[in-house]
């Protein structure tokens, strides 16, 4: 058995389109469980109880069932209830859904975890409450939860592999198609995951060059 480049070599131009798929689902996908889990988190720490019980609930719900089965019951079971979506908008509103629960986890344990202390100091120096959420909450949280909001965006980003089994035509299963037309399954396989793998390590080291440049807001 020989391994047999002719897979990627012919097929570079349907790959790049695949991965010009995965990757607007990831950054699409990830800017709006950030701004939705933030939502969230704002509303579970400082919002009415009734709201910030409801979405709590949702949280759990999101999080206590996997991604698969939150994609089969949007893109399948979505036409019942009068939501049908096509294959690219499902699976980019199945991502949003489950990164915010667990963004707005990320995010109020930011909130927790800035030390009263901090925010009592402004108070006494004359800050405004839109002052103290602008240069005292808002900078010493984005540090707290860069770390573990990377980890997640990463999750995020190998997550997009499931979304082919409602046909979005993204890395996975592009590849794994030409992989089927060619007979050539270990090539697909392997280059699937050598890309993923790239992926996974440019997101990372964003994530900790981020993490370098906002180091100044560190707090002891």
Not at 50 to 75: D, H, K, M, N, S
Not at 85 to 106: R, T
Not at 208 to 220: C, I
């Amino acid at each position: 058995m020989t391994f047999d480049t002719t897979l990627i070599l012919d097929s570079l131009p349907a790959i790049f389109k695949g991965a010009l798929v995965t990757l607007s689902l990831w950054i699409g996908g990830t800017i709006g469980a950030v701004i939705l889990g933030f939502f969230v988190a704002v509303v579970r720490r400082y919002g009415p109880a009734p709201a910030a019980a409801v979405l709590a609930l949702c949280v759990e719900v999101l999080r206590g069932t996997p991604f698969l089965i939150q994609i089969f019951l949007l893109y399948y079971g979505g036409p019942y209830a009068g939501i049908s979506l096509d294959p690219i908008p499902a699976g980019l509103l199945c991502l949003c859904l489950y990164g915010a629960a667990y963004f707005s986890e990320i995010f109020r344990a930011g909130f927790l975890a800035v030390p009263r202390g901090h925010i009592e100091a402004a108070e006494c120096l004359g800050f405004t409450r839109g002052q103290i959420i602008r240069r005292i909450l808002l900078p010493e949280m984005t540090m707290l939860v860069l770390p573990p909001s990377t980890n997640m965006s990463i999750i995020l980003l190998k997550e997009t592999a499931v979304l082919s089994i409602i046909t979005v035509p993204e890395m996975t299963l592009t590849i794994s198609a030409l992989g089927s037309q060619q007979y050539a399954f270990l090539e697909a396989i392997f280059l699937l995951a050598i890309i993923y793998w790239g992926l996974v390590e440019l997101a990372g080291r964003l994530g900790r060059a981020a993490e370098t440049r906002l180091s100044r807001y560190r707090f002891s």
